[in-house]
């Protein structure tokens, strides 16, 4: 089974439904629900993810809808360690340096999910698009 590591935008362009990028964010998730990928994101994308939409979305509703993601997607921490490892790393942006990290502790990981590709440019992980990842899966 492919693992793949999903970035913010798409769990924001997932859940805010932010079209045309909706779509393809929708058929990973549905891959993942048909148990052909197993997903993974950092909690730093949770969290983040959050604080983007709570300003649209009811609280209620929006903590509902992560609790449902956990089905589909393995969380991995953002720890001491990785922190660490982000703030001596070359990747220019931290952010996305934490969330190359985090990529890096998935064993077997076949690639990394962004629209924003440009800032991974210095993964040593394959780094693809929402729709390059749906026509390869």
């Known amino acids: ?3 793949i590591f ?13 079209k045309p990028f909706s779509k393809f964010a929708i058929e990973i998730f549905e891959k993942a629900e048909s148990k052909k990928i197993k997903l993974f994101t950092s909690s730093h994308s949770i ?7 709570k300003k649209y ?19 991995i921490a953002i720890n ?24 890096y502790t998935i064993e077997k990981l076949d690639c990394i999910v962004t629209r924003n590709i440009k800032d991974f440019k210095s993964a040593e992980i394959p780094v693809l698009t929402p729709d390059e990842l749906v026509k390869r899966i």
């Open 80 to 103: 001491e360690d990785v922190v660490k490892k982000g703030l001596k790393s070359k990747h220019k942006d931290f952010e996305d340096a934490l969330q190359i990290i985090c990529a």
């Open 47 to 53: 969290a983040t993810t959050h604080y983007l939409l």
């Open 57 to 75: 979305i009811d609280e209620k509703q929006l903590r509902e809808i992560f609790y449902s993601l956990l089905e589909y997607v393995q969380i």
């Open 1 to 3: 089974m492919r693992k």
């Open 6 to 18: 999903v970035d913010t935008n798409v769990l924001v362009d997932l859940i805010a439904d932010r």
